[in-house]
């Protein structure tokens, strides 16, 4: 059974570009939630999907937007780079909105330059 | 609004010693809470969680953790440390309340170095 999976791995843009993350939650999940990591702290919220709609928001500006598709699967998005998105992106993924537990992937690290 | 503090951003034992890593949450009440390890360029791992059974919660490898509501504490210990316990620690909540989502907030973090 594989567990949840994200691409790329690592991904390197310029300031202003735009970058799509992708994300495929583990068999049987519905719900797909983002994090962002900066290096040295914790795991922030930045959204959650569930039904293909956004259901919950971090304190995160609309540069950054997602989506989910029918078979479950999300995409990240962020607009406009800048040099402080520099971050481990991790997907999650859960049953039922969260209720049950949440299963992290590897992440994708994306540097901005 | 909800808060997880983890005291020390480093802790250092040696082989066969015990590990405590600290964690205190606020909460208008007592939320959800759980313990995830992170190892070198991977993804978060749950090791145990608290929802409202027994206080003393057991989880992989070892390591437990004693939800005190008067002291909103919910540390993790793990009686003997091996090396491959070296990695990084992350204590979060999750609200409890009608409208939980399951979205996690995560204290700083704690690195673990395990010496021979």
């Known amino acids: 059974d594989a567990g949840v999976t994200q691409s790329p791995t690592h991904l390197i843009k310029t300031r202003g570009q735009q970058v799509t993350l992708r994300c495929s939650p583990k068999?049987?999940?519905?719900?797909v939630s983002w994090y962002q990591q900066a290096l040295g702290q914790g795991p922030q919220f930045i959204f959650q999907?569930?039904?293909?709609?956004?259901?919950q928001r971090g304190n995160f500006p609309d540069r950054f937007s997602g989506h989910q598709f029918p078979n479950y699967s999300s995409e990240l998005n962020v607009n406009a780079l800048l040099l402080g998105d520099s971050a481990l992106y991790l997907c999650?993924?859960?049953?039922?909105?969260?209720?049950?537990?949440?299963?992290f992937g590897p992440g994708t690290r994306l540097t901005v330059t | 609004a909800q808060s997880v503090t983890q005291l020390g951003s480093h802790v250092s034992v040696s082989e066969g010693a015990l590990v405590l890593l600290r964690c205190n949450y606020s909460?208008?009440?007592?939320?959800?809470l759980f313990w995830y390890v992170q190892y070198p360029n991977q993804g978060l791992q749950l090791l145990l969680k608290?929802?409202?059974?027994?206080?003393l919660v057991k989880g992989i490898n070892g390591f437990e953790a004693e939800f005190k509501k008067s002291e909103t504490s919910f540390h993790l210990t793990k009686p003997s440390a091996h090396m491959s316990d070296a990695a990084e620690y992350f204590c979060?909540?999750?609200?409890?309340?009608?409208?939980?989502?399951?979205?996690?907030?995560f204290g700083q973090g704690t690195t673990l170095q395990v010496k021979p």
């Open positions: 999650a993924s859960s049953i039922d909105r969260g209720h049950g537990e949440q299963y």
């Open positions: 068999s049987g999940h519905d719900t």
């Open positions: 999907y569930y039904e293909e709609e956004e259901r």
């Open positions: 909460s208008s009440v007592p939320p959800y």
């Open positions: 608290y929802t409202s059974a027994a206080t």
């Open positions: 979060a909540v999750s609200d409890r309340g009608s409208s939980n989502t399951g979205k996690l907030i």
